[in-house]
């Protein structure tokens, strides 16, 4: 049974940073891309991020919103996939979900298999 779990949500400042993480589980995800989305009070779904599990010069793949503020980055020796987020953006505010493909990089919502349950970030003007 494939589990993905997120963590490290939180309230925050405007300006500050937070560190998500994303425990994987269940099976090998080593031919899989993983993903961050999140999805704001009354609004869509939206991408985030995307990086392909493992392999050398693997380049992930940003969202504009978020492009040199946000940093996708995976430790597939702990089945780990991280999102870095840093000069926090009171629109930045968003439940943020974890999700697999084995798709390449990609940021159309219905290519991934697996999601998480979501963690909150908060971010106070």
């Known amino acids: 049974q494939v589990q993905l779990v997120e963590s490290g949500g939180g309230l925050v400042q405007a300006g500050d940073s937070l560190r998500l993480s994303c425990a994987a589980s269940?099976?090998?995800?080593?031919?899989?891309?993983m993903g961050w989305f999140r999805q704001a009070p009354g609004k869509e779904r939206e991408f985030v991020a995307s990086i392909r599990w493992s392999g050398s010069g693997s380049t992930p793949f940003y969202a504009d919103s978020v492009k040199d503020r946000f940093i996708i980055s995976r430790q597939y020796t702990k089945n780990m996939v991280y999102l870095r987020m840093n000069s926090l953006k009171p629109e930045d505010t968003a439940v943020y979900y974890c999700?697999?493909?084995?798709?390449?990089?990609?940021?159309?919502?219905?290519?991934?298999?697996?999601w998480g349950q979501g963690t909150q970030v908060t971010v106070s003007s």
């Open positions: 999700a697999a493909t084995r798709r390449s990089v990609t940021s159309i919502m219905s290519d991934y298999e697996y």
């Open positions: 269940g099976r090998t995800f080593s031919s899989y891309a």
